[in-house]
């Protein structure tokens, strides 16, 4: 089977997740191709950039392909020019409410409108979300097929062995509204503890200090499923989270790590100094939520699923 992977970059988030796929269908005896798209560096014109020119580039082909796959909604326009006997689009969280809490009212509404009809050029729609299956599903009546992407394990042969800071809490992710940080600075002085941010820096770095830490904090005011809470489970970091997207999906309250409700910094601080504090529950999340990630977030596990979905949509 010859398939088109189309992603605006092959690391971190659904990138990363796309790259690895390749990498085990490739061992699973499939032609898998990744499309680079240069992007102009034109600060919020990224994706439109890469748009344009990964359209450009895919009328220009002449490769014909089985499958063409796109992972997010700006890889949508070069798929739809791309010749091939199947089109999926992967979409890991909402694409008009992430652009509706990044960028304009203008903007916004551009992409509410256009989201319906772009989402239809696929013949099928793939997410690893419960919650955003439901939501398509309610706005547009679209079916979206739900397929979990692991992490890459084998990455963490490049994090070194840590010694373990008993207090220490960690964030990692973007510093921006949605992803909640102002929520965590607003009680930092309150914690039993030191916050690290891992903002601006490598995977490498941002993982070793994850590694090193006691709690990580997700305060995100909307998400689909975060890949650092998939990463807290396996490096067996216990997780306090908000109940937003799809993270109750994975963090179930009191078992996997902590739930806390959104927009709450009181109930975020003290679900955070409750792990520092309880050693017991600490040990208990921690061991629960990587029996949980063992049991549903390895490629063993997984890319037989994969696999199937493949086949069937091709027979189709």
């Known amino acids: 089977m010859k398939i088109l992977f189309i992603s605006p970059r092959y690391e971190g988030g659904i990138g990363g997740h796309a790259n690895l796929l390749a990498q085990k269908l490739r061992q699973h005896g499939y032609d ?6 240069p992007h102009i560096p034109i600060k919020n014109l990224k994706n ?17 392909y089985d499958i063409v796959h796109a992972f997010n909604v700006p890889s949508a326009f070069v798929m739809k020019a791309v010749k091939a006997k199947k089109k999926i689009l992967s979409v890991h969280g909402v694409y008009a409410e992430q652009v509706e809490s990044l960028h304009s009212t203008r903007i916004s509404s551009i992409v509410t409108s256009a989201e319906p009809k772009v989402l239809k050029w696929a013949d099928k729609l793939t997410s690893d979300s419960a919650f955003v299956k439901k939501t398509y599903k309610e706005k547009f009546n679209l079916d979206v097929e739900l397929l979990p992407s692991p992490i890459d394990e084998t990455r963490f042969t490049e994090i070194p062995e840590v010694i373990k800071i008993e207090n220490q809490v960690v964030y990692v992710g973007r510093d921006s509204y949605e992803k909640g940080i102002d929520l965590l600075k607003s009680i930092e002085t309150k914690i039993n503890g030191k916050v690290v941010y891992c903002t601006n820096v490598s995977w490498k770095e941002a993982m070793t200090s ?3 830490s006691a709690v990580l904090a997700v305060p995100s005011r909307m998400e689909s499923i975060p890949w650092t809470i998939k990463e807290a489970f396996y490096l067996r970091v216990p997780v306090v989270a908000t109940s937003v997207g799809g993270i109750p999906e994975i963090v179930e309250d009191k078992v996997t790590g902590i739930l806390v409700p959104p927009e709450d910094p009181s109930s975020l601080l003290s679900a955070i100094n409750l792990i520092l504090d309880d050693k017991q529950l600490s040990q208990k999340l921690i061991d629960n939520a990587y029996h949980y990630y063992v049991n549903n977030l390895t490629y063993d596990k997984v890319l037989p699923k994969y696999v199937q979905f493949y086949e069937n949509l091709i027979k189709n």
């Open 48 to 64: 439109p950039s890469y748009a344009v020119l990964g359209t450009i580039k895919a009328l220009l082909s002449k490769e014909k």
């Open 210 to 212: 994850l590694k090193a």
């Open 32 to 37: 898998v191709t990744l499309m680079h798209v």
